[in-house]
């Protein structure tokens, strides 16, 4: 009986939380810290670039999954069944609950029928790291939105570049999910 609480019931479960809270914060020289930490733990065991951006991708792949289950539990949100709408989905919700507001722009490839850009000015990941490194360290973002868009069933691959002082996060879906939305 304990655990069949009715929505009457005061008792709440964690995953009945708003997934969203102002006042749970976490400070930026905090995160900062902690990020820090993780890069220098995935360089300790690497021998070249490409591969501390694989390992960060990895860290963030795995935090993409379960950022994309919380929502599901906690904001019963419908299943996204559309390429936009699954990005906008990360563009926006996603984005306001991990770097405190929405990526800049989402825009799709001219070129590319499979290919979409998300655009952000000032993304928090790479805000106190200098140049060279930002790339590399942004793969943990976009290893964050491969989780997500994995785990919602559109296969994907992320890459992260810097453009015009922005970062860019280059979206490619794979030719099955293309084939879905046809």
């Given at each position: 009986k304990e655990f069949c609480a009715t929505m009457d019931s005061k008792v709440r479960s964690a995953f009945d939380k708003p997934l969203i809270k102002r006042?749970?914060?976490?400070?930026?020289?905090?995160?900062?810290?902690?990020f820090s930490e993780l890069v220098q733990h995935c360089q300790s065991q690497i021998d070249r670039g490409e591969d501390l951006e694989k390992r960060l991708a990895e860290a963030g792949y795995g935090i993409g999954l379960r950022v994309l289950e919380l929502y599901s539990f906690r904001e019963k949100c419908k299943k996204e069944r559309s390429v936009i709408q699954?990005?906008?989905?990360?563009?926006?919700?996603?984005?306001?609950?991990?770097?405190?507001r929405p990526a800049d722009d989402l825009q799709i490839s001219n070129n590319k029928k499979n290919e979409y850009y998300i655009y952000d000015s000032e993304h928090l990941i790479c805000k106190y790291i200098s140049n060279p490194n930002a790339?590399?360290?942004?793969?943990?973002t976009a290893g964050?939105?491969?989780?997500?868009?994995?785990?919602a069933e559109f296969t994907c691959e992320v890459k992260a570049v810097i453009s015009k002082d922005r970062m860019v996060f280059i979206v490619t879906f794979s030719n099955k999910v293309i084939e879905r939305e046809t």
């Open positions: 006042e749970a914060k976490v400070s930026l020289s905090a995160f900062s810290y902690v699954i990005l906008n989905f990360v563009r926006t919700s996603v984005w306001k609950t991990l770097f405190g790339e590399r360290c942004a793969a943990f964050i939105i491969n989780g997500i868009l994995d785990g």
